[in-house]
């Protein structure tokens, strides 16, 4: 047997990950060389740093081009042409169903698995053709795929339903050892004048209505006891949807853009007195994920994908309800210490069943599978 197989990966933008699906294949690559995989990942050169580095991956630089709806597609398009005319690779991990209009150019030459990280039509940012027109590429992802994965165990449902084919539910994982940068945290706290254990926190990479952020401020300017929101991210993905919140916030409600580092993020999560999370849909979140990891008391709205994960081990409330998320918030102040033992549990229950180590595990075995199938 080949001792080791060279994957490409396909469907993100760059590295070092600042959000989302990044986020997701940064933690498989650097894990991969220890199950004999080498790592090849594409990266648009507008996202990855020209002297960036990562111990055992190897990063092949592209240059995407196109505008804000274009260039993503654009991407997709070189990498993958990049990627037949190579001879590195053994098979590709395509990551994200709206990249599937490519798998028809990769199948000529490799097997590929594919990982779903939920449906792009659900967000509002899409008109109603474009979301059709995604919408139309579920069935490609599918059906051109030789594996077919999902983090969301309701997605992994619903593509088998509609069309007859088995999905492979992984999980995304987290890091057993997050190391808070809680120096740079608390000098933006301070730019904002803000307390540490004084504020909740609100978290997303790509701010729009689905995320709930103005459900978050809503709530907050409800409570008697005036406590600051802190929202992080970048909220200018849809403009009309940027000033509405800017609208609607009071002096208790303070913005600060998209964070790059995830220690930086991870030393406001610790600091903050909880994270609010009240996305009305989602695939698996990794902001939600990792603040369990770390301990973080979370607030999140009770949609399905949230509760397969966490269980009881997370407070709730009704999603897209003001009032409940701020009752729950109300609770969250006179019952800290209730509030923190529900956080203890979910933290015990991300590190026994969503490690990265065995989530990644359960990728190499499909990767070696589907590589000896072809050899």
């Not at 199950?35 to 111990?55: M, Q, S």
């Not at 190391?179 to 904002?192: F, R, T």
């Not at 992080?232 to 993905?237: K, L, P, Y």
Request: aromatic share 12%; charged share 20%; with cysteine.
């Amino acid at each position: 047997m080949n001792k080791h197989i060279n994957v490409a990966y396909i469907g993100i933008k760059g590295l070092p990950a600042q959000a989302g699906v990044d986020r997701v294949v940064q933690a498989l690559v650097t894990r991969m060389p220890a199950f004999g995989i080498n790592p090849y990942v594409y990266c648009d050169t507008k996202f990855t740093p020209p002297d960036f580095t990562l111990p055992g991956v190897n990063i092949l630089r592209i240059s995407s081009l196109g505008g804000k709806y274009s260039q993503a597609p654009g991407r997709f398009i070189i990498s993958a042409i990049n990627s037949i005319r190579s001879d590195d690779f053994d098979l590709i991990h395509l990551h994200n169903i709206e990249a599937s209009f490519v798998l028809p150019m990769l199948k000529l030459k490799y097997n590929v698995i594919s990982t779903a990280h939920g449906y792009a039509y659900w967000r509002s940012k899409w008109n109603p053709l474009a979301k059709k027109m995604l919408r139309l590429l579920d069935k490609p992802f599918v059906t051109f795929s030789d594996v077919v994965t999902s983090v969301s165990l309701n997605d992994a449902n619903n593509l088998f339903a509609r069309f007859g084919k088995k999905i492979e539910y992984i999980p995304n994982g987290v890091s057993l050892d997050y190391h808070p940068d809680e120096d740079a945290a608390l000098q933006i706290l301070s730019d904002h004048k803000l307390k540490p254990k004084q504020y909740f926190l609100f978290v997303a990479g790509r701010i729009d209505p689905t995320k709930g952020a103005h459900l978050a401020i809503e709530a907050i300017k409800r409570l008697e006891e005036k406590i600051p929101l802190l929202i992080v991210g970048d909220i200018e993905q849809s403009h009309e949807y940027a000033n509405h919140l800017r609208e609607i916030a009071d002096s208790s409600i303070f913005f600060q853009p998209l964070i790059k580092k995830p220690e930086t993020l991870f030393g406001l999560m610790t600091q903050s007195i909880g994270l609010i999370f009240p996305s009305l849909v989602e695939a698996m979140s990794m902001v939600l994920l990792e603040a369990a990891s770390l301990g973080v008391p979370v607030i999140a709205s009770d949609i399905s994908e949230n509760f397969q994960i966490f269980g009881e081990d997370f407070a709730y409330f009704s999603s897209n309800d003001i009032d409940s998320l701020k009752e729950k918030l109300e609770w969250a102040i006179n019952n800290c210490n209730e509030f923190i033992k529900i956080s203890t549990r979910a933290k015990q229950r991300i590190h026994l069943e969503y490690g990265w180590d065995r989530i990644a595990s359960v990728y190499a075995d499909l990767y070696w599978d589907l590589y000896e199938k072809r050899v």
